[in-house]
């Protein structure tokens, strides 16, 4: 089954480089390139390579990032094809995979645009103020973060006078702020963010934990097989005897909130460290596991290399690592320190199979004992896999 559309068709928008693919063989192709980086790594009789969990083809993505171009009268949210022509930017409002909440805010969004005078940024002209839009959907309940990047705070007063309506056309503790990004250069945001609404978060939940996205902070953008990769990490660890485990590079908690409940069902003394450099997943991570009543939980905002290396082993010596790294791995260094640590366990979740691979050659001192694909990207050659291994 294929997914039509029509700005792929015309080149207009080429970000899903796959859509001429139907799923079957887009899996296909993801998953001999995963076989064939873990190949030095598997073992026979002991390493389990699990089915591939897929995605829907449309409507899974619970984010859009738009650039704005136009007029102020007829505002195009999409893209640039050439970032120098102001003109040349494509309407993507009928992109087929956004979530359908996030369809129909489009027009709304329009129509706010003009009400509050938020000319579009002009980068030939270097005039505008209006430079992109952010949003995101929970699909728990349905409550939208937005976000207005704007080049300065000059047209805010026109953006809180605007901002009642905009509100009555919202779900209920969506969550509005203004982002300021003040340099003439193709940066998605700034560090100003300005909320314009008491509430500062919206909340998912994934399995009944309760995740909170703030903005500024990483988020799964596939929703559905996003809470399928934290349950599968959840049911592999949840028997293991583990008393201590470290999250690293935890974001907002996903992976080491959905182990700690699992494991403090049948111990309540299991203690979890989690580590991210973000303060602000942090906060919602913090927030997650004081809603979950969880005890013996804690989280810091730390880089998550040295943390792990100028860790205490005598006080924190961990029985579980789990690391859930950006996409350039975790590194030699930590790669190095966790094979000599040598924690019984190892999670290692990763968005880029070739990193992973790399990491993998330092840690010998484990064993591959399971492998799963997860089709976090459909219509790319992107994927999510879940791997656990164990201390030889």
Known sequence: MNLNCQHFTQQQCRSCQWLDKDKFEQISLKEKELKRLISPFILQNQTEILPSVMSEISHF???AKMVVSGSVERPVLGLLKDQNDPQSGVDLT??????KGIETLFPILKDFIGRAGLVPYNIAKKKGELKYILITQSQANQSIMLRFVLRSTQKQPLVERELPVLLTKLPANSVISLNIQPQHAAILEGETEIFLTEQTTIEENFNGIPLFIRPQGFFQTNPLVASQLYKTAQEWVKNL???HFWDLFCGVGGFGLHCAYALQEKNPTVSLKGIEISASAIASATKSAEKL?????????????????????ERSQPDLVIVNPPRRGIGQALSEYLNELAPPYLIYSSCNAQTMAKDFEAL?????????????????AHYEVLTLLAKK
């Open 364 to 380: 010998t001192n484990y064993a591959l004992c399971k492998v799963q694909l997860f089709d976090m990207f459909p219509h790319t």
């Open 94 to 99: 009928d992109c087929p995979l956004y979530a």
């Open 241 to 243: 005897p583990i008393q």
């Open 61 to 63: 993505r619970n984010k």
């Open 293 to 313: 009543g969880l005890d013996n939980v804690s989280f810091a905002s730390l880089d998550s290399a040295q943390f792990a290396i100028h860790a205490d082993k």
